[in-house]
């Protein structure tokens, strides 16, 4: 039987920023479907929001695998009848000086972050097809808009995925299906960072944004709700910079 209420998908959200879209969507009336590679993360976060499970569903997606991506949507059809929106979130990070990427640094990254969206968006597109008002969010970075050594193989997937949300974005506006995107600057989550090996910490990331603080999980996900919502119904191709203005401050 289908869901009465719109059904969002979050990919990788048995981490940070996810889960806070998954706790989002669920109070905007959506049901929610968390998925992680990490399934034990995902029933984590699910049991959290919803210890019922009436309105929150758990699969296992492991977005790097067009089997997985192609099972648990057909998972999710099954469950709820019918998906609505797309939040390609799912990511991972490794940081290494260009010179010394081997080929499997460079495809596994790539292979979550952009092969990864391409094989959730075309999974979802005949369910998205179905929905009154179907959404596709990728979530970029600020990475890809300025130039971070270490971190090729992350900005490129991430410019890639800025140039996805622009081609679907025409290519489905006949199905009436909005492609967006919102880059995040840094925002802090429970992960450490480290750069070329040291670990760098928060306070350091913050003295680089104009605001001097580095963003917060919810006030990247309230964007993504919104850009889900009627209210955005008329932004479509566009990846909305979230950063407290880290990319717009050149001093001199
Ligand atoms: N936190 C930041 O400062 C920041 C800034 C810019 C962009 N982003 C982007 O936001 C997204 C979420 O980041 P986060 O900070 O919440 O990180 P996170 O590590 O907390 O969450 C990412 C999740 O993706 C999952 N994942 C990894 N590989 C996967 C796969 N193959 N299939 C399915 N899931 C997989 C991980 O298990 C993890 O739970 C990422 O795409 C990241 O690049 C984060």
Redesign the pocket.
């Known amino acids: 039987m289908s869901s009465s209420r719109p059904v969002a998908l979050v990919?990788?959200?048995?981490?940070?920023?996810?889960?806070?879209m998954c706790k989002q969507f669920l109070d905007d009336g959506y049901d929610v479907v968390v998925?992680?590679?990490?399934e034990d993360?995902?029933q984590e976060v699910a049991k959290t929001l919803d210890p019922t499970g009436e309105r929150v569903f758990t699969v296992s997606?492991?977005?790097?695998?067009t089997q997985?991506v192609d099972e648990g949507i057909a998972k999710i059809v099954e469950r709820f009848g019918r998906l609505d929106v797309l939040v390609?979130?799912?990511?991972?990070?490794r940081q290494n000086s260009t010179h010394t990427y081997s080929d499997e640094d460079w495809r596994f990254i790539t292979?979550?972050?952009l092969d990864?969206a391409f094989r959730c968006c075309r999974a979802a597109y005949p369910h998205l097809k179905k929905s009154p008002y179907p959404t596709v969010i990728s979530?970029?970075?600020?990475?890809a808009r300025i130039g971070l050594p270490g971190r090729l193989s992350?900005s490129v997937s991430?410019a890639g995925l800025e140039a996805l949300t622009r081609v679907l974005a025409v290519e489905w506006a006949p199905d009436n299906i909005r492609v967006v995107g919102i880059?995040?600057?840094?925002?802090?989550?429970?992960?450490r960072i480290f750069v070329d090996g040291k670990e760098v910490t928060y306070e350091a990331?913050a003295q680089a944004v104009p605001m001097k603080r580095?963003?917060r999980?919810e006030e990247?996900a309230s964007v993504v709700v919104f850009l889900a919502s009627q209210k955005a119904s008329y932004i479509n191709g566009q990846t909305i910079v979230v950063d407290g203005g880290a990319t717009i401050d050149l001093r001199v």
């Open positions: 990919t990788g959200s048995g981490g940070s920023l996810g889960s806070e998925s992680d590679l990490r993360a995902a997606i492991d977005v790097g695998s997985s390609n979130n799912a990511g991972n990070f292979n979550v972050h990864g979530i970029a970075s600020i990475a992350y991430k880059a995040p600057g840094f925002t802090k989550t429970q992960n990331f580095m963003g999980p990247q």
